[in-house]
């Protein structure tokens, strides 16, 4: 995993950058971004249009990072999980991206992490209010 940035509350967000991190943070959060993160490494390795020659394939860990979806961890100082969080590419702002944040089990991350996931729109410049990311908030 990679540093992103810390929260308030001896908090860290981290990206999750490969599939045993995401089938570890599925296990850890019981829930499903493991099926999500491969299904947008996959959808990357598809949009690839490879060069000419011997170093066609050179760039396309280049692009899979470019063009995939952000997935972050926000973890306790203990390492326990809090929230995972889905954001658009590079984290920039793209109104017909569906941002999603979750915590265990898919529950409300908002009703203990918020000044956490504040740090993190910070981080961003995004804006990560629930209405807009908890994806189950239509149904409260």
Request: aromatic share 10%; net charge negative; hydrophobic share 35%.
């Amino acid at each position: 995993m990679q540093y992103v940035c810390d929260a308030p509350g001896k908090r860290t967000w981290f990206r999750i950058e490969t599939d045993a991190e995401a089938e570890a943070e599925t296990r850890l959060m019981r829930h499903a971004v493991e099926k999500y993160f491969q299904r947008e490494q996959q959808r990357a390795r598809r949009s690839y249009q490879p060069g000419q020659g011997i170093e066609r394939d050179v760039a396309l860990k280049g692009h899979i990072a470019r063009t995939t979806p952000l997935f972050l961890t926000l973890r306790a100082d203990d390492g326990e999980g809090l929230a995972t969080a889905m954001l658009p590419p590079g984290g920039r702002d793209d109104p017909d991206f569906h941002i999603i944040i979750v915590g265990p089990e898919n529950a409300d991350p908002y009703l203990h992490y918020s000044d956490a996931i504040v740090a993190l729109g910070r981080h961003f410049d995004l804006r990560l209010d629930r209405e807009r990311c908890y994806p189950y908030a239509r149904n409260d």
